[in-house]
């Protein structure tokens, strides 16, 4: 792999960006996590519900779903906010899907009981990334809300099957590179994002290649970067969790 | 393979349901496809548009867009009407931006000069890949619309770049199986379209396990399926294209 | 009426187009209709809903509703969706509410008990007439889901009161003509709309004349021509009914 | 007709409410006229606007619209109002397509010019009968506008060719009744409105039975109604235009 | 104060503008006001609602709000209707929310048992201080429908605390004066607006300075003009309620 | 004052909770600072745009507008967000446009040039006062932003006339005192926002009785905590500033 492209970022192309993150940042939320991935910084809360949605009333279960928003000037030049526009743009839309879909496949929802979870995941600086680091941090606040849950007895099991974390790849200039910046991603011909689970089995794939197609084995380097970045970060989940780093 | 479990549909599972492209089925559009796949009936149809999006203003580019609806009775129940909830909701624009890129992947935008092509694609009735058979179809109809483009003198390289085709993969009981329906659909443990281009190559890949997760062969075990699946599409868009069978 | 002008269809003044009705075209509905009027194509389906509008509940009544969407390109060029413009037009409006007053007219609403049925017209390709077709195919497919409910003993007693169908005629050149194209509506000074019973008695008459008035005589006369046809569209509705037809 | 049935009202079958239009009640309008008939009041303004519609942009045509709006207390019971519930509903879309199209009808829009005058027909109190009311108060509000332009040399010609005006009828207990006010529009049978042109012409009708259907010979008692009553209110029309009535 | 500079309108510093208010005006509400100071005109209601909002459900406790909203051509120039923007703009909410506040001010809600009144305010005509004259009218509606709660035994104590009146001031070429009309409200350099009591106490101050700022002193003089119009616009309210003016 | 009624937070009646404002906390903003003011903390942003307002294009002037949010659990329960609900309260409507008329009220819109600054406020967590903490943090963010356009030569004079500050106070067991957090706030008689300038003047005052009603002499005491505790927050203000302290 000497021959490997210069990245934008100065990184190998193995390299993820210096993570950081940090808890118990809300003094009201049951579960809060600030992650920062390089320059790309997400605020994630978990938000306890007593009410389920309508298609899950009576039925004992519970759910976790996530909203995802972009403060105005998180990005380099100003978006204007959803709200003032009147709707959720489409991508926003896709993301807290992606998002709630992810938390949901490591969470037992019967042990649960009927009750929601929101993971609110706000994006207060953007470079690259966003959706995946609020899964990686989203899974924190989720983590702290349900041990809440258990501790005050309101939920006799623990629901998180296992752990779960997400990174972006990308093919640049030919080659599978990890952690797209901004910048990065805006020069890739593939942008690909994988949630993985602690056991590093697949919980999603996202992979679109809008300027080229790609090839079965470039897929398969990709997933393999991804394996080795989310071992990484489902490794600094345990240690704040454990309180074992302070951030 | 012969302990593969029974799918609920009867079928083999690498047994793609019977395909039906009609074209030519609206008087108006510069390009139409009645795509059948099984139960599931999707009209498409291109129109050209002499107006770009204002971010390709001045460019000499174009762009093919796509949008994506389902009839309120083309489901098991009524479906409430997007124009009548007063939004199009966040699956109908996962949908039509799926089919949007994968078009554009395809697509030499240059060649197209400043105008945009709208591939509207209706579901009359859904039993599950609807997307999917909606790139399929919509592909014919994009292509019969440049056609027309090229003929008139309007552009002059003809701007397709290769052929494309979609397919839905899942796991059914721990076993991949290929194009589920939705009774299939609905109990499969995972969830996952592929978009393939002519020469094999992978456009897109939208995987989801909401109830499990899968593994990396599990993962090629279906690419693999989907690859056998849209050779036979692609055969079939060259085939109604050239005339040689009139639906 | 040698001295008629020439009409830009080249029909005689008289003259309905050719009419097509050809029923269950639709695997999951109630009831459905796909009804052809020359290149005008309407599919109109039935839905049976357990639930009824607010102001009928706990009464023993029924209801009867419909809802009109044109798809985009069902026109000579594209029109931009209701769902994406987040709003149903006034157009849209007044046609679905046309409709469902027009097949309430012949439904004993006591008799239908505490249900609701839905009639959606989709026009698939639009040539004027489209909301007179969409009232004489659905009531096709009205008629097959009431059946339905008979014949299922979910109500005692037949409560359709007689057949409904509908029509437009104009005044081309100062003359009375049936049943418009698109071409001629844009020139007729005169835009009527007539919905008659089977016995020929009339429901709706909605008449305009944006560019020019008119005189009782024209409105007696447009109105005897749309006698005429209704006769005629009843007269095919019995027989598709009765299964006379295959259509 | 001695053996009328009584009206709810005490009016003979053939009997108008009072009416009284009273013009200038607006500081700032170009026109303006409150119509009261009986309990129905409806305040007219006519506003001059120097942009037209996209479509008549370079055409030198200009354009006459309305908008009808009711007090939320207009009502017996107060009725939520249009903008707190962010959209119009289908029935004020309708009323306002009507009497746009109605006052377009005797208007030269060559004549005018490219500008726009808008007629707002708000409700003050409403019995019955506003969207009648609304074309015929609407119509002196436009004169007055219209008569601004010539006086002020805008326009060289009065673009007015006839008056109009506008009454609703009905059957009630199967016998034609004119002007109906709010408790006997309920219970009519058949409501319909007649807009007529000064020389007696058929400009619009729009007729509905939702209870029933009704006969040839009864749409034709009710036209002839509508002719007698509107021969009256353009007299008034002309009486207030011609100052020779100060309401 | 002979040194005053002349006001556009040619009022005193201190003077306010003619006031009358009109009761009765409307043949349905529970209560109804039109009050005219000079140009301004505005026509309120109060309709009793037997629901109160959710967070007030069996608590016993009633509920006073208040809605606003402006004719098209009650401006100089005509104003876009809400109901066609599609939404409510954020200088009438909060005009609405204020006039509300004001109301709730001196009304005893536990009295009032568990009901809501709407005040409803509409703007027939602008020339400034429109939402300090809905204060004052409204209070008129209010009052006669709490009356007949009462008269009617609907409700047993007289819910109304006190009086209610408002008016604006300005700063005028570094003047403090009272009751700004349009052309003095924009050139003014300071906008205030006071709501007080019978008693002459405070509910409400909004003071804003958008060209300048002002001081203590001048902040005081302006309480001082408020407090003396106030005191004469309650007497006005007295008498019409007692009956002794007709208006 | 030694009978001062004690506060829910302890703090005396005159007391400020601790102010923290940090600056450049964004990588992308012309200017941004973190306020913290006890458990309120507020992202104010400043964005700079070459697009004017259309009522300002071509007149050479500028403009700062406002636009305030509150993350979902900024509160103590989530509240739902606003682009969720697809559209903005009346009360964030209120809050934003307060925060610009008082950001204008000391800048020179006309050295500014013809140029927009948006200042985006948004709650991560509230406590009571976020919209005053969103004046006095975003006046630094402004600051900021137009140091940045006089050093790039943009513009020749510095456009900010004097500082900025506001807070809140309140009326509490019938005594005033200063900047009330949210447990006291629901608590007190009165609600009081004041804006004041460097040199303490009054550019805003809202204040708000909703249960009961003040005096004149309470006023001026609101008024005097206000003066004081503002003329703390300027000298903050001009330390951060001129980095005498980093916060």
């Known amino acids: ?44 809360t978990a938000s306890i519900d007593t009410q389920v949605p309508s298609f899950l009333r009576n039925t004992g279960k519970g759910w976790v779903t996530a909203e995802y928003g972009m403060l105005p000037r998180s990005t ?4 204007e906010r959803e709200a003032t526009r009147g709707k959720v743009s489409g991508r926003t839309q896709e993301i807290q899907r992606l998002i709630g879909r992810s938390l949901r496949a490591v969470t037992n929802l019967n042990s649960l009981g009927e009750r929601q979870i929101f993971i609110d ?13 609020a899964i990686t941090g989203g899974y924190i606040a989720l983590h702290q ?15 998180l099957l ?7 790849c990308g093919i640049y200039q030919g080659k599978p590179v990890l952690d797209l910046e901004y910048i990065e991603d805006s020069n890739a011909e593939v942008d690909a994002n994988f949630v993985l689970t602690g056991r590093g089995e697949i919980v999603e794939i996202q992979s679109t290649a809008e300027k080229n197609s790609f090839t079965q084995p470039q897929l398969l380097q990709m997933l393999e970067l991804a394996q080795k970045a989310t071992r990484y970060l489902v490794e600094q989940q345990k240690q704040i969790l454990a309180g074992l780093v302070t951030s």
Chains 1, 2, 3, 4, 5, 6 share one sequence.
């Open 162 to 168: 296992d752990h779960i974390a997400a990174v972006s």
């Open 1 to 44: 792999m000497n021959s490997m492209p210069l990245r934008p970022s100065g990184r190998q192309f193995d390299q993820l960006r210096p993570v950081k993150m940090e808890i118990n940042v809300n003094k009201y939320a049951e579960g809060s996590c600030l992650i920062q991935l390089g320059n790309t910084h997400v605020l994630c």
């Open 76 to 79: 380099a030049t100003r978006t």
């Open 121 to 133: 995941c706000d994006v207060l600086q953007a470079d690259g990334g966003t959706r995946t680091a």
């Open 145 to 159: 809300a349900v041990m809440r849950l258990v501790k005050t007895g309101m939920i006799k099991q623990f629901p």
